[in-house]
């Protein structure tokens, strides 16, 4: 069974709120997807093996195994597509917390969007509904920033990207 993006943002939403637990059908709201598409996004990450399930619609991402791809393997299997310039919603190292860590004044990437605040290159999502659940939650919107960077970014951005993915990822009981 083969990984999809979308797998990403699931498992993202969930990371972002470990204490929560979600419904397929509240995430699915959350992320503007179905809740046929969120299952069958949980069920690929767990043959992948970034999901323990430990029973019925009890499950939970596997946090150092989806450290260890986000940091070092989806630049590879999702690599960003950047397009011509258009109004969005910051990402990368156009958004916190890379924005104002690195102080970059180059163009702020962006996830073309309506309602975005900026004007730059514009950045594929790693999943259509990304840069709508990224304005519905900004915890969840610093994670896919981050994950752009690893996708997108030079060295010194990925590098910096990585660590924060994998400092925010730990696993719940490393953190304390």
């Known amino acids: 069974m083969d990984l999809k993006p979308q797998e990403l943002l699931v498992l993202l939403k969930v990371s972002a709120h470990p204490a929560r637990k979600f419904t397929f059908a509240a995430l699915a709201e959350e992320l503007a997807m179905s809740a046929a598409e969120v299952h069958a996004s949980v069920k690929r990450a767990k043959g992948a093996g ?3 399930e430990r029973g019925r619609g009890d499950w939970a991402p ?3 195994a989806l450290q260890e791809f986000l940091v070092h ?3 590879y299997a999702f690599p960003a597509e950047i397009g011509p310039v258009k109004r969005g919603i910051p990402t990368a190292h156009g958004a916190e917390p890379l924005a104002g860590l690195l102080h970059n004044e180059a163009d702020i990437p962006v996830w073309a969007h309506p309602q ?3 004007r730059g290159p514009s ?3 790693i999943y259509r509904t990304a840069p709508e659940a990224a304005l519905r939650d900004p ?3 610093r994670l896919l920033a981050l ?3 690893v996708r997108m970014g030079r060295a010194r ?3 910096l990207a990585g660590k924060l993915l994998s400092d925010a990822l730990k696993p719940l009981d490393a953190a304390a």
Do not use: K
């Open 123 to 125: 950045v594929s999502p």
């Open 147 to 149: 994950l752009d960077a």
């Open 116 to 118: 975005g605040s900026a």
């Open 139 to 141: 915890d969840l919107h």
């Open 73 to 75: 393997g989806v630049r």
């Open 62 to 64: 596997i946090r150092p």
């Open 50 to 52: 970034l999901v323990n």
């Open 157 to 159: 951005e990925r590098e």
